[in-house]
């Protein structure tokens, strides 16, 4: 079901690919200090302004924005056997419950409320702005009959949390690191860093392929 709210929320969360939404505020990448040798930047040594020793919100790891269909699904069943909640309420809801690591986009609940409700486990409530879902009594029996299921969605996005802002942490140091060796590194040194860096990449891409 589409309503006039679907419309507008889809417009505030517009999917960003880096998995965060318009409204969400972005601020701007870390910049280095001032070029000893016209600056260092991914387009090669020596040219632009620094890397920064860190990111902004807007680089990041973990579930936000890629979550599995079936983890929407389960993590809306949970939501809905508390409360009843519109689209944009089950939107904020599952941020609160991940403690902001999860905010999936209106494109990943808005079809998977259509699914359930095709299911018989929701139902809508009210009209227009007022719209609101929650469970059918075939819903609140399959709760029931889920609970170890639902709340498991609720651990793994919590533990997939903590090791993304371990990942988010690590690259951040790197970047340090490498904005300080392309500022004071000599030409050897640049080199060595370079194709230890060509290395981890890839590693990181055989572990994607395996």
Same mark, same amino acid.
């Given at each position: 079901?589409?309503?006039?709210?679907?419309?507008? /929320? /889809?417009?505030?969360?517009?999917?960003?690919p880096r998995g965060l939404g318009d409204e969400e505020q972005r601020e701007p990448r870390g910049r280095g200090r001032g070029p000893r040798r016209g600056g260092f930047n991914p387009g090669g040594p020596h040219r632009g302004? %620094?890397?920064?020793? *860190?990111?902004?919100?807007?680089?990041?790891?973990?579930?936000?924005?890629?979550?599995?269909?079936?983890?929407?699904?389960?993590?809306?069943?949970?939501?809905?056997?508390?409360?009843?909640?519109?689209?944009? *309420?089950?939107?904020?809801?599952?941020? @609160?419950?991940? !403690?902001?690591?999860?905010?999936?986009?209106? %494109?990943?609940?808005?079809?998977?409320?259509?699914?359930?409700?095709?299911?018989?486990?929701?139902?809508? @409530?009210g009209e227009g702005r007022r719209t609101e879902f929650e469970l059918t009594e075939t819903g609140r029996n399959h709760v029931a &009959?889920?609970?170890? $299921?639902?709340?498991?969605?609720? $651990? /793994? @996005?919590? &533990?997939?949390?903590?090791?993304?802002?371990?990942?988010?942490?690590?690259? *951040?140091?790197?970047?340090?690191?490498?904005?300080?060796? *392309?500022? !004071?590194?000599? $030409? &050897?040194?640049?080199?060595?860093?370079?194709?230890?860096? !060509? &290395?981890?990449?890839?590693?990181?891409?055989?572990?994607?392929?395996?």
């Open positions: 079901m589409r309503t006039q709210e679907h419309h507008h /929320e /889809e417009r505030r969360f517009h999917h960003d302004r %620094g890397f920064g020793p *860190g990111f902004g919100p807007g680089f990041g790891f973990g579930p936000a924005g890629r979550a599995k269909k079936g983890d929407v699904r389960s993590a809306i069943l949970s939501l809905l056997s508390q409360s009843s909640y519109n689209g944009y *309420g089950l939107i904020k809801a599952i941020a @609160v419950h991940s !403690d902001g690591a999860w905010r999936p986009s209106p %494109g990943s609940v808005y079809p998977a409320l259509t699914q359930l409700q095709s299911e018989g486990l929701i139902v809508s @409530v &009959e889920h609970q170890a $299921e639902l709340a498991a969605v609720w $651990e /793994e @996005v919590n &533990e997939e949390a903590g090791a993304a802002q371990d990942l988010r942490l690590s690259v *951040g140091k790197l970047m340090g690191a490498v904005h300080q060796i *392309g500022l !004071d590194g000599s $030409e &050897e040194q640049l080199r060595t860093v370079t194709a230890a860096l !060509d &290395e981890a990449r890839r590693t990181i891409y055989k572990l994607l392929s395996d």
